[in-house]
């Protein structure tokens, strides 16, 4: 069975640039998660999709941050216009439905912006 | 100030050698307890998970344990080797919604 992927796996912007991350989960996981890490710091829950619904994005820092989730499938994050401050790695998880299932995550994808 | 907290922040050890990880957290109410390991360039992998019943847990030379009453929990490594060398990440889930909360890890490297 594969994994959860994402794509790029770096990618390096200027400040005002857009970056979009792609997140595919594991085949059948309803429950669609972004997290991201900030250098030196703890990983940080952002959103959480159900199927194509957004379910919590409590954790999403601003409006330059937009997830979608067309299809209920595969997850894009795109940050528009990126900051200095969006560096770090950011995570995708998914699980079965429910919310008590283990939480698969991906390798990350490395953002830095210059 | 964050709900997990991990110590050492990191730590070299020589291969063969045991270590163990320490996490304390104040999340509340608790479900359970997961630590995970976070090769480089890798996301976290599950470890181990434990319920609030549960005081040991142990998956080959990983062995957890949690005290519930004092809020803390330990990772040790026996007899460890080079493929040891990782990031370990404490994570508390909720049981109201299930969020996970994360420590910022502990980084084990292992020497030769």
């Known amino acids: 069975e594969a994994g959860v992927t994402q794509f790029p796996s770096h990618s390096v912007i200027e400040k005002g640039q857009t970056v979009t991350l792609r997140c595919d989960p594991i085949?059948?996981?309803?429950?669609l998660y972004w997290y991201r890490r900030v250098m030196g710091k703890e990983i940080k829950f952002l959103l959480h999709?159900?199927?194509?619904?957004?379910?919590?994005e409590s954790g999403m820092p601003n409006n330059r941050f937009l997830a979608e989730r067309t299809g209920g499938t595969y997850s894009t994050l795109k940050v528009q216009p990126a900051e200095l401050e969006d560096s770090g790695v950011y995570f995708c998880?998914?699980?079965?439905?429910?919310?008590?299932?283990?939480?698969?995550f991906g390798p990350g994808t490395r953002l830095t912006v210059t | 100030k964050n709900q997990v907290e991990q110590s050492p922040q990191s730590l070299i050890i020589l291969e063969g050698k045991n270590c163990t990880l320490q996490?304390?957290?104040?999340?509340?109410?608790?479900?359970?307890l997961r630590w995970y390991k976070q090769d480089t360039g890798r996301g976290p992998v599950s470890l181990t998970i434990?319920?609030?019943?549960?005081n040991t847990k142990s998956n080959g030379r990983y062995t957890a344990t949690l005290d519930a009453d004092t809020k803390q929990s330990s990772l040790h490594i026996t007899a460890s080797q080079l493929s040891d060398s990782a990031s370990y990440i404490c994570?508390?889930?909720?049981?109201?919604?299930?969020?996970?909360?994360f420590g910022a890890g502990t980084t084990v490297t292992v020497r030769a």
């Open positions: 085949s059948g996981h309803d429950n």
């Open positions: 434990m319920t609030f019943s549960e």
């Open positions: 994570v508390v889930i909720r049981s109201n919604d299930y969020k996970l909360s």
């Open positions: 996490c304390n957290y104040t999340v509340s109410p608790f479900s359970n």
């Open positions: 999709f159900v199927k194509e619904s957004k379910q919590d």
């Open positions: 998880a998914s699980s079965q439905i429910g919310l008590t299932y283990e939480q698969y």
